[in-house]
């Protein structure tokens, strides 16, 4: 289990500092499948950083496992079973990608999660991880990074920002396939109906707060009415026009 109690995030610019996590009080179960939407700049994403160790927190405690995790690294937080794939993923121009998937994986398993990830071994291995990748290849290789290796949690980051409906889909079934192993629990940062309809749980996160939270059932109706209503207010829309923010 995943636990948040009290979690508060604030950073300063220099002149004045920003609430961005405000009391966040969470519980995630083993085996479920969550997905975390809301507003854009409402926090989603710190709040995964904030669980990866990248950001941290300024007040609060963070337990795994029943143990605190909260001073620990991002190096040790990786090895405890915690992944984060990025919205969008960093590139490291000078690395092949053979290289980058050595981190995670060994040697005889790196054409294979090539090949998982529906890339060509070949066709990659010696390539380097720089601008001439686009959005969707890189999202594929993160994905080959972080899903070679056991994780007991993996969150992950809008994984529909910049890449095709093909791609898309292909990514959001190898997310579905490694959950469905067992023993992780998965969180995927998102304003997408298609992922909102196959979480177990969505979790809604507005102004550093979660203002709701359930099962999907439950949650999705909701968020397809308040973006009926906004999409109303301020497009002059109707509802045939209307999509989950």
Excluded at 194 to 220: C, M, Q
């Amino acid at each position: 289990m995943l636990k948040l109690e009290s979690v508060d995030l604030n950073v300063s610019n220099g002149h004045e500092d920003f609430s961005i996590l405000k009391g966040i009080d969470l519980e995630l179960e083993d085996n479920k499948f969550y997905a975390l939407t809301g507003p854009n700049g409402g926090g989603k994403t710190s709040l995964a950083k904030v669980i990866m160790g990248i950001y941290k927190n300024n007040k609060g405690k963070i337990f795994f496992d029943g143990l605190d995790i909260t001073n620990l690294s991002i190096t040790e937080r990786a090895k405890a079973g915690i992944s984060y794939a990025f919205q969008n993923p960093p590139r490291f121009k000078g690395m092949k990608i053979e290289e980058l998937l050595k981190i995670s994986a060994d040697n005889n398993s790196l054409r294979a999660r090539l090949r998982a990830v529906g890339l060509c071994p070949q066709d990659y291995l010696d390539r380097e991880c720089d601008t001439s990748l686009s959005g969707g290849e890189m999202k594929r290789i993160e994905l080959a990074t972080v899903l070679s290796r056991p994780s007991k949690v993996v969150m992950y980051d809008e994984p529909e920002a910049g890449v095709d409906l093909w791609s898309f889909e292909s990514l959001l079934q190898l997310i579905r396939n490694y959950h469905k192993k067992g023993n992780v629990i998965s969180i995927v940062i998102t304003h997408h109906e298609r992922v909102l309809s196959l979480a177990d749980e969505i979790i809604l996160l507005a102004d550093g707060k979660i203002t709701e939270r359930g099962p999907r059932e439950k949650v999705l109706p909701l968020i397809q009415k308040e973006s009926r209503c906004c999409w109303q207010a301020n497009c002059g829309g109707n509802d045939d026009e209307i999509e989950c923010y």
